[in-house]
């Protein structure tokens, strides 16, 4: 009876042990101006550009848990695992002083302008020593520029990633410059057809809904109670008509979110993309093969992450990064970071957990 009781015990303890695993988590941590500020910080006359010595706008943290041991790494740039192997990300910028073909845009480059063009897009390399070396050597300015075109990642995962950015151009008439925020996808591992328009997931009368919805919510858009599908959009159609309605993805309190984002102009030279609540269509994560998280139950201020086994629970809140082991409620690990939004999230377990680990 004792020795039954002792195998029964064995197996109990052995259930809560967590197994080897390793989260990765990755985060956009561009402070640059365009980033922060979009396409407004180019004709803010109080603004402040600055070099960077080593532009890293994004990075991968790494917790690593093996038993009740847990170990916390970062590295200065994305950390994305596909099919074929690691892919390496991060942001390239060129920039151009002067336009050969264009004289009349090269006399508009003068103390306030230092250059001609200023293009930002995502880089991806097979190789750690490539991006390393990469980022090594890469110093923008960030100066003013007469055309700017700049991207950054906002959600990426094996298959996909998204990009939010602005375009703008200086052509000195009456409105100064034109400008328009924007959003794109991009495919990495994907078959099929893959789109950034709502319309291509939902109907148009919930398309209608999402706008509704949006510009209503909208401080200082003008628009009241009554909006219908029939309403017109400022420099643009109805809102039946409107076809211009994008989305991005987020890690929210709920899990993942896909987040409506409505065309909208400002005024006829600058238009932005206006947020909306959260999509509710089940069918459209589906089709993206994202899986939409329960609600959190542990807090409505908090992002959390449970490993595949649920025996460890990671919590991000007020950018802070905290261990839990989920059976004991106990606090393993805790760190501050320092970023503007969460746009990874990737686990891995067993032999595959310290193939992971070893890349930090």
């Known amino acids: 009876m004792r020795y039954i009781l002792t195998i029964i015990l064995f197996f109990s303890v052995k259930t809560f042990v967590a197994q080897e695993f390793i989260q990765l988590i990755g985060i956009e941590s561009d402070h640059s101006e365009f980033s922060e500020g979009s396409y407004t910080v180019m004709y803010d006359s109080e603004s402040k550009k600055k070099a960077h010595k080593k532009y890293t706008p994004y990075q ?9 041991s847990v170990s916390i790494q970062s590295i200065s740039y994305l950390l994305i695992p596909t099919k074929r192997g690691f892919l390496y990300g991060t942001t390239e910028v060129i920039e151009v002083k002067e336009d050969d ?7 508009m480059i003068t103390d306030e302008y230092k250059l001609f063009s200023s293009v930002s897009k995502p880089k991806f390399f097979r190789s750690k020593k490539s991006i390393q070396s990469f980022i ?27 990009t939010r950015g602005f375009e703008s151009i200086v052509h000195g008439g009456a409105t100064w410059f034109n400008a328009t925020e924007k959003v794109n996808i991009y495919a990495l591992d994907w078959k099929g057809s893959l789109s950034n328009k709502l319309t291509d997931y939902v109907s148009n009368e919930v398309k209608n809904k999402v706008v509704i919805e949006t510009v209503s919510n909208l401080e200082g858009y003008g628009f009241g109670d009554e909006v219908s599908a029939e309403t017109g959009l400022p420099w643009a159609g109805t809102i039946n008509n409107h076809n211009k309605v994008f ?10 979110q896909i987040i409506p984002l409505t065309f909208l102009w400002g005024n006829s030279s600058r238009s932005f993309l206006a947020e909306g609540n959260p999509i509710k269509n089940q069918k459209m994560y589906q089709d993206l093969q994202l899986s939409k998280s329960e609600e959190n139950i542990h807090s409505k201020e908090i992002i959390v992450f449970n490993s595949p086994d649920n025996l ?36 891995a377990l067993g032999k595959y957990a310290r193939k992971w680990k070893n890349e930090f």
Do not use: C, W
């Open 136 to 162: 090594e050597n890469h110093n923008p300015t960030f100066e003013q520029a007469i055309q700017v075109d700049f991207e950054k990642i906002s959600f990426v995962n094996s298959k996909f990633y998204i």
């Open 247 to 256: 989305y991005d993805i987020n890690f929210g309190t709920n899990g993942i």
């Open 60 to 68: 991968t943290i790494g917790i690593y848990r093996n038993k009740d």
């Open 312 to 347: 460890t629970r990671i919590e991000l809140k007020n950018k802070t990064l905290i261990v839990i082991d989920s059976k004991r409620n106990k606090v393993l690990k805790k760190v501050k970071l320092n970023y503007n939004k969460i746009i990874m999230s990737e686990f």
């Open 101 to 107: 073909e264009s004289e009349e845009m090269s006399e």
